[in-house]
């Protein structure tokens, strides 16, 4: 199903979703890879403050999922991703690395569209 197939409401949580893990996951790709990192990656630097910000930033998406109606498997998914971006990414230097390839938001936006377009 494509976006079109979805309720406005559902669609414009999708497009907010998806732009909040843009911003936060894949905003500006690293010259000479195709790896792309976000404010994730960056605000991650910040020990364990930056890591707290990015995961309370990160619960949008998942606020979003809920108010749409999500399987409780489905935000449990959600949150689950977000809990391993928190913890690992809180490790000094492993956690840095870590934020860069994780990417939690794109992977939680990934579970709200298949979500939406399995009913």
Known sequence: MS?????????????RVRFLAKIMDEAVTIPGTNVGIGLDSVVGLLPVSGDLVTA???LYAV????RLGADRHVIGQ???NVAIDFGVGS???LGDVF???WKSNVRNANLLEKHLNSR
């Open 3 to 15: 976006e079109s197939a979805l309720s406005t409401r559902e669609a414009h949580a999708l497009r």
């Open 78 to 80: 959600m949150l689950f």
């Open 56 to 58: 309370v930033v990160s």
């Open 91 to 93: 490790v000094p230097v």
């Open 63 to 66: 606020g979003e999922a809920v």
């Open 99 to 101: 934020d860069a390839v």
